[in-house]
């Protein structure tokens, strides 16, 4: 089985509307506040699609996706293979999508438990990401989309998700402005950190309920979670934590931690770049991550990698082109073959 994990920039913008019966592709998209400008949404759907074909998986986690119809008009035009089963999991605009091929090694596929114990994923959580000492209601940015599926006669459960976003409003200018401003940007960035470290230990609250109730459980963890490996600016001078530290377990239960596709893998790619202002410098990223439990790792046999070569093959680089036009998205895909051990 292979899977596929990929954060489609700003996917959901590329049709007219979120129509529940039809779906009707933009030709150009003009852009808005929250999503850049495409000069022909057809030819970098195409593209996309591109990058699919050449990894050829069986399943895929999306992130930033659209409505059933309109990823239904994805696949069926830019996707080859004519058995693709699309959910769509909760995001609002931006959804959680998840895609399975039914012809080959998979089946059964369909939505998964929100609720494991007491941790209903649906519902509002308690936490203090103010840290002003009051505990409040928090919820997710996007709810993470369980499903559960059948491949090579086991039966899977897979979490997609997509942490909150590390956004604040005109970031590099206030921390530029200095003083009481930056100040203030600093507040304004923890807040938005302390709601992704929120939403992380919520889903490794889900996770140890999975685990307490069948400690071998195959279990795939996928997503953007919006954080990577290496200390940052606010982890060294404000004491932040890694979110994907929490998300795949602590040291002290080795027998629940996910293991990191990639790293223990051996992939040194990133799957992200960006420039970082308080830093000065253009940092290459690991956002994008797949956790394997440790029912996976005993019943299959795994490799992984960044899908370098079938992205970069896809990539425009024509300075008169917009931005959004250039490359088939801002993150490049994982990849992640998993083969059932010899009994």
């Known amino acids: 089985m292979r899977l596929m994990n990929w954060n489609i920039e700003h996917m ?18 003009r852009g808005n506040r929250f999503s850049p400008a495409i000069t022909d949404v057809p030819a970098l759907a195409k593209r996309v699609g591109a990058v699919i074909n050449a990894v050829d998986p069986d399943i895929i986690t999306i992130q930033e996706g659209a409505g059933i119809p309109e990823m239904n008009d994805f696949f069926n035009r830019f996707v080859e293979g004519s058995t693709w089963r699309v959910l769509r999991g909760s995001g609002g605009g931006q959804a959680l999508v998840v895609a399975a ?10 939505n998964g438990p929100e609720t494991i114990g007491n941790i209903d994923l649906s519902e509002p959580f308690e936490a203090d990401v103010n840290a002003d000492l009051h505990i409040e209601a928090t919820e997710f940015a996007r709810q993470p989309q369980v499903v ?29 402005a200095g003083g009481d401003t930056r100040r203030a ?3 304004d960035a923890l807040i938005a950190r302390r709601r992704i470290s929120a939403e992380a230990f919520r889903i490794r609250e889900y996770l140890n309920g999975v685990f307490d109730a069948e400690p071998m459980r195959h279990v795939i963890v996928a997503g953007d979670l919006n954080d990577g490996p290496g200390a940052d600016y606010f982890e060294r001078n404000f004491l ?34 960006f420039y970082d202002y308080i830093e000065g410098r253009t940092r290459d990223l690991v956002l994008d991550h797949v956790g394997l439990s440790r029912g ?37 895909p994982v990849v992640v073959d998993l083969t059932p051990r010899d009994p």
């Not at 590390?166 to 206030?174: E, F, I, L, N, S």
Request: with cysteine; net charge neutral; glycine share 4%.
């Open 12 to 29: 959901n913008s590329w049709w007219e509307s979120d129509d529940a019966e039809s779906a009707t592709m933009r030709l150009a998209f």
């Open 101 to 110: 091929r039914l012809d080959r090694c998979i089946s059964g596929i369909d």
């Open 148 to 176: 559960e599926f059948t491949a090579h006669g086991q039966r899977l459960l897979l979490m997609n998700n997509h942490l909150k976003s590390k956004y604040v409003h005109d970031a590099r200018a206030r921390f530029e």
């Open 185 to 187: 940007f600093f507040q």
């Open 240 to 273: 932040t934590h890694s979110v994907v530290d929490r998300v795949f377990g602590s040291v002290f239960q080795p027998e629940r931690q996910l293991a990191h596709a990639l790293f223990h893998g051996g992939a040194t790619d990133y799957t992200a770049q």
């Open 296 to 332: 996976i790792n005993r019943n299959f046999h795994w490799r992984a990698r960044v899908g370098v070569s079938e992205y970069e093959a896809q990539v425009l680089n024509d300075s008169k082109l917009k931005e959004r036009d250039r490359s088939p998205s801002d993150h490049r």
